[in-house]
């Protein structure tokens, strides 16, 4: 079985400042984990992947997740938020390649001015 | 490549009635799962099709069904819609190096 849970339902951070985004995960066996972004009304982007390899994962628009097994968690990262960041993210975990996907609940990043 | 496609993008139907939903998958991909965003409950996981057989479901009434045609494109069906069937449909495509693709989605509104 898995399970994941964002820690966080809402983040509210200035624009210019870091973001934290929170993620723990429960699994029976290595997990393959993702964050993926949702602006409003769009469909799922994904952000970036840990597959066993690399720990720190670099993903797109300068977002980045440190996978760390004895914490089982997955926090995502961004040193300077911009408004476009403004979404809602999901952290995602997954057996395999080819199994379900199987989301945390979401956190809504709010980005003031 | 392209994407994964959805049609139609918005739906409307009246309690009661029957919705189908389209999706096609990467192109060359076999696998398509369907997930349902419902407000208030999240990303919940629908059906699974590969190689044209239904592989898993999640825990959705029988009334959710669907099907896989050769080509490797899905349909969605909902039977007896009911207002909480109201969401965002989205299809995703497992592609290459555990990533997966995501369609846009068809909001679905049953009124």
């Known amino acids: 079985a898995q399970s994941v849970t964002q820690l966080d339902s809402h983040v509210s951070v200035s624009e210019g400042t870091p973001v934290l985004l929170r993620c723990n995960y429960s699994?029976?066996?290595?997990?393959?984990l993702f964050w993926y972004v949702q602006h409003p009304n769009k469909g799922l982007q994904l952000l970036l992947k840990?597959?066993?390899?690399?720990?720190l994962v670099k993903g797109i628009n300068g977002f980045e997740a440190e996978f760390k097994k004895s914490e089982t968690s997955f926090h995502l990262t961004k040193p300077s938020a911009h408004m476009s960041d403004a979404a809602e993210y999901f952290c995602?975990?997954?057996?395999?390649?080819?199994?379900?996907?199987?989301f945390g609940g979401g956190t809504r990043v709010l980005v003031k001015p | 490549e392209a994407g994964v496609t959805q049609s139609p993008t918005h739906l409307i139907k009246t309690r009661g009635q029957q919705a189908t939903l389209r999706c096609s998958p990467i192109?060359?991909?076999?696998?398509v799962y369907w997930y349902q965003q419902a407000l208030g409950l999240g990303l919940q996981f629908l059906l699974w099709y590969d190689e044209g057989e239904e592989r898993n479901r999640g825990n959705f009434p029988p009334r959710f069904s669907g099907r896989q045609f050769p080509n490797y494109s899905s349909e969605l069906n909902v039977n007896a819609l009911e207002l909480e069937d109201s969401a965002l449909y989205l299809c995703a495509s497992p592609g290459q190096g555990y990533g997966y693709t995501f369609g846009s989605g068809t909001r679905l509104t049953v009124v």
């Open positions: 995602v975990v997954t057996k395999a390649a080819g199994n379900k996907l199987t």
């Open positions: 699994s029976s066996y290595s997990p393959s």
């Open positions: 840990y597959t066993s390899a690399a720990t």
């Open positions: 192109s060359g991909h076999t696998s």
